[in-house]
């Protein structure tokens, strides 16, 4: 029987395959696989083809070919059966690329084969008219799907100037009909890991581990990196794609000085004096491990059980003096050390009663601090914002904008920090003072019912220089300047005062001339070791 196909007659069917495509657009558009397979198939009978395979993709954009593994498979079984295959069909050309460039660029590679490229809604052939008319639907596919694009573009720009979000919403929040809210399992427990970070007492890595404890979908050090970097969680929005900084109608989840206070800890801005040192590889057996170190030459005791696991032994790791200490005696003449340091009940008052004088003070000065750094800000915030209406206007080049935004990034950081302090405004302080007292008035008793990080904590804060065992026996050059202070609070002549540093006057009642020693402050950056030690972070 002989069939039609293109004005030429044929005696035998030749095989053509079917190329079907719809984006998730266009489920709703009489776009359906099986609407376009039934079209191309009538179409392909009434030339004279044979459907020789049916290639269906859902679901993905015309964009970009090497997003179609399907459109891809196709052109590898027609290059492989290039013999046999005489025609692509399809139901429109926008099936195959909305970009001009693409279309052609597959039409080429068809006509290379040999193999004729049909569409079965549209005229399409090899005659000049007909190649000029395919260009042409294809310039206005790709025409339709540049207008999509822009008012995809225009709707993301005006929904983020509202302060919507236009992507995934960060860690800790839900997208619930195109509003971040609050996730009620994760919100408080990121919540609280800014505010430990605010502290300035963990590393990222130290705080990737503990929100991996908290089960917190934490991937990597990275991931906090980002996220304690991210404004989104002190109200403000940020794109890549647009200079501004707007508003968002999401609820903070930190405060303006938080955040920034963060900042300038991530930037290394937070040079706190008395940082405590870390310790690794706990093991819960052998608390004092790298913490007690050997008399003789100096090294970090280890730990290790006997032979048959029946006694554990201290010893040093250089093996300089072949005496193994059973725990047993370490820990018991730790304990009567700490009893015979612990500051007696008349100066830790005294202290107490200082530290809330200086507390107060601290106070005053902070509320002064926070008005001229408010105002700072709001200066800041208007020169941004001047920037970035000159950018939009192209008065400023891209690169300009960019230098002059980090500056001003800067001395907003710098602002926010100069008016944070996390530690006043979150502890109640004659809580903290009472919680003082009862953990330092019997160092003995605290250190036996301390888990092993806070007694870890309390240790390097009293014994800052650290502690030897002298066979037997302890020895220790002297005393953290913190806990020192609480220990001289009682003696006469002590005044604790406020500021970077303090200058306390020794008595001078003996006739000779006084001298002053400077101490470390006792408030601002010292609450945050308090806070440690006393085990409230």
Not at 77 to 86: A, F, M, S
Not at 346 to 357: A, Q, S, T, V
Not at 482 to 506: F, H, S
């Amino acid at each position: 029987m002989n069939t039609l196909q293109n004005n030429f007659i044929t005696s035998d069917p030749k095989k053509a395959v079917i190329y079907i495509r719809v984006s998730s657009e266009e489920q709703v558009e009489n776009f359906s696989l099986k609407t376009q397979e039934e079209i191309c198939r009538r179409d392909a009978k009434y030339k004279g083809y044979e459907v020789d395979q049916v290639f269906r993709e859902e679901g993905r954009s015309a964009k970009n070919i090497m997003g179609r593994p399907v459109l891809l498979g196709m052109i590898d079984y027609c290059r492989k059966n290039k013999k046999e295959v005489k025609a692509v069909y399809v139901y429109r050309l926008d099936r195959l690329s909305r970009q001009t460039a693409d279309y052609l660029a597959l039409r080429k590679r068809f006509y290379d084969m040999g193999i004729a490229l049909i569409s079965a809604s549209e005229p399409t052939g090899n005659s000049p008219t007909e190649k000029l008319l395919e260009t042409v639907l294809a310039s206005f596919a790709q025409h339709d799907n540049d207008v999509r694009s822009e008012r995809t573009k225009n709707g993301m720009r005006a929904r983020f100037l509202m302060g919507l979000v236009t992507n995934h919403v960060p860690l800790g929040y839900v997208n619930q009909g195109g509003y971040a809210t609050k996730d009620s399992k994760s919100f408080d427990l990121y919540k609280k890991a800014w505010d430990l970070m605010a502290t300035g007492s963990k590393s990222l890595k130290e705080m990737q581990v503990l929100m991996k404890k908290w089960d917190l979908p934490i991937a990597g050090a990275q991931t906090v990196h980002h996220m304690f970097r991210n404004k989104f969680y002190m109200g403000l929005l940020t794109s890549k794609s647009y200079p501004e900084e707007v508003k968002g109608q999401h609820i903070p989840m930190v405060t303006a000085e938080q955040f920034y206070k963060v900042q300038a800890i991530l930037d290394g801005r937070n040079n706190n004096p008395n940082k405590m040192p870390k310790y690794t590889r706990d093991n819960p057996d052998f608390p004092l491990r790298r913490i007690v170190a050997c008399g003789k030459c100096g090294t970090p005791f280890t730990g290790g059980w006997s032979k048959y696991h029946q006694y554990a032994y201290y010893f040093c790791r250089k093996r300089c003096v072949y005496i193994s200490v059973p725990v047993a005696d370490l820990h018991t003449d730790l304990s009567k050390l700490l009893k015979t340091v612990s500051p007696s009940e008349e100066g830790l008052k005294i202290y107490c009663n200082n530290l809330l004088k200086t507390y107060n003070q601290q106070l005053t000065k902070l509320k002064r601090k926070k008005g001229v750094a408010d105002t700072e800000i709001t200066k800041l915030q208007a020169l941004r914002q001047v920037l970035i209406e000159k950018n939009m206007a192209g008065i400023y080049s891209d690169e300009i904008f960019k230098e002059q935004n980090a500056m001003i990034e800067e001395k907003l950081i710098e602002a926010h920090a100069a008016k944070s302090d996390e530690l006043i405004d979150k502890y109640d302080i004659n809580k903290l003072l009472i919680f003082l007292e009862e953990k330092l008035s019997d160092l003995s008793a605290t250190y036996s019912t301390s888990s092993l990080s806070q007694l870890r904590s309390l240790l390097s804060t009293i014994f800052m220089s650290g502690f030897k065992w002298s066979y037997p026996g302890y020895s220790y050059q002297g005393f953290g300047p913190l806990y020192q202070a609480i220990r001289d609070a009682e003696k006469p002549g002590i005044n604790v005062g406020c500021g970077t540093w303090i200058r306390t006057m020794i008595d001078a009642s003996k006739g000779r001339r006084p001298t002053v020693r400077r101490s470390r402050n006792i408030c601002g950056g010292n609450l945050v070791i308090l806070s440690t030690l006393l085990f409230l972070v």
